[in-house]
């Protein structure tokens, strides 16, 4: 991930994956039943991602926000189906020249079983 814009032309600058738990399962409970029975779980992991908005801070950096992409067991085979929970997660970037300064992706939230994140985008206060 990393893209930086110079005249019309977009160049990478950065391939950031800190933080993002890219393979790394994660077990999602259904734990009051609404959808299916309760206690049933899947593991699902971070495979990529979609949905990508972003601002612009009062220092100068930026913080780009997304949801993931998954791959999960919930059929009992390896697959993306979109329906697996997924993760809000967020970054952000200082850049300097072609030097990119981070801590890496924080996950913000946290898809419930039987739900998923769709999308994100900034609004006004």
Excluded: E
């Amino acid at each position: 991930m990393g893209l930086q814009k110079s005249g019309s032309t977009w160049t990478a600058i950065a391939h950031i994956t800190q933080g993002l738990n890219l393979g790394q399962t994660y077990t999602v409970t259904d734990t009051n039943g609404t959808y299916g029975t309760a206690g049933a779980s899947y593991t699902a992991s971070a495979d990529g991602l979609r949905n990508l908005t972003g601002q612009i801070n009062s220092d100068g950096s930026y913080t780009l926000y997304a949801v993931t992409s998954t791959v999960s067991n919930s059929l009992g085979t390896t697959f993306d189906a979109g329906a697996d929970s997924n993760q809000l997660v967020k970054i952000t970037l200082s850049v300097n020249g072609s030097a990119v300064a981070t801590s890496g992706f924080t996950v913000m939230q946290t898809a419930p079983y039987g739900q998923v994140l769709r999308g994100v985008a900034m609004t006004s206060r």
